[in-house]
T-cell receptor, first 114, second 116 residues
Framework: GQSLEQPSEVTAVEGAIVQINCTYQTSGFYGLSWYQQHDGGAPTFLSYNALDGLEETGRFSSFLSRSDSYGYLLLQELQMKDSASYFCAVRAPISSGSARQLTFGSGTQLTVLP | ETGVTQTPRHLVMGMTNKKSLKCEQHLGHNAMYWYKQSAKKPLELMFVYNFKEQTENNSVPSRFSPECPNSSHLFLHLHTLQPEDSALYLC???????????????FGPGTRLTVL
């Protein structure tokens, strides 16, 4: 089966940098994704890593190390609007050899303070 | 707006009621998903449809019955639910087919379901 671990809460101040870690255990692996969800809102896609290394998209970057089964989401120049839950998700076979599913972590609640 | 709509946004039902949740996507995607999100728990994948064909059913109780009449619409029929089924039910879509990227899923706003 699949399991993912990420911290439940992180707090930082405006303008700071914060890193949200995610470790995973899967039987098979096709990529690690990150989603953001504001209170009362729908999850929205942020980034995806299939290969080792850093992917940068504006203030957000995501890193993957497949040998360590580890990734992180890096948020720079934090803004109040970044307060949300952040989920890591792995794409891996769940059953019948299908690779069409994402398994999500429990989410990290990020609070940005003024 | 993500291009995925869900109705109703809120639903309160008794344990003996029958109701349906509706999802519609305007993105031209071919894969659609139902997820359950309970407080303090990960999103739980319930069903997957790819080109209108159900490809996954993650051991969901039979009181939840999905229907996918075409690639743009997805329903979740509910009957004789239990209070522990109260949760946010999210619909999502993504590109489907051989070689497509399933990682970027587009979510609807969800239906907040309360079972009394």
């Amino acid at each position: 089966g699949q399991s993912l671990e990420q911290p439940s809460e992180v707090t930082a101040v405006e303008g700071a940098i914060v890193q949200i870690n995610c470790t995973y255990q899967t039987s098979g692996f096709y990529g690690l994704s990150w989603y953001q969800q504001h209170d009362g809102g729908a999850p929205t896609f942020l980034s995806y890593n299939a290969l080792d290394g850093l992917e940068e998209t504006g203030r957000f970057s995501s890193f993957l190390s497949r040998s360590d089964s580890y990734g992180y989401l890096l948020l720079q120049e934090l803004q109040m609007k970044d307060s949300a839950s952040y989920f890591c998700a792995v794409r891996a076979p769940i059953s019948s050899g299908s690779a069409r599913q994402l398994t999500f972590g429990s989410g990290t609640q990020l609070t940005v303070l003024p | 707006e993500t291009g995925v709509t869900q109705t109703p946004r809120h639903l309160v039902m008794g344990m003996t009621n029958k109701k349906s949740l509706k999802c519609e996507q305007h993105l031209g995607h071919n894969a659609m998903y139902w997820y359950k999100q309970s407080a303090k728990k990960p999103l739980e994948l319930m069903f997957v449809y790819n080109f209108k064909e159900q490809t996954e059913n993650n051991s969901v109780p039979s009181r939840f019955s999905p229907e996918c009449p075409n690639s743009s619409h997805l329903f979740l029929h509910l009957h004789t639910l239990q209070p522990e089924d109260s949760a946010l039910y999210l619909c999502a879509s993504s590109r489907g087919g051989v070689g497509a990227d399933y990682n970027e899923q587009f979510f609807g706003p969800g239906t907040r379901l309360t079972v009394l």
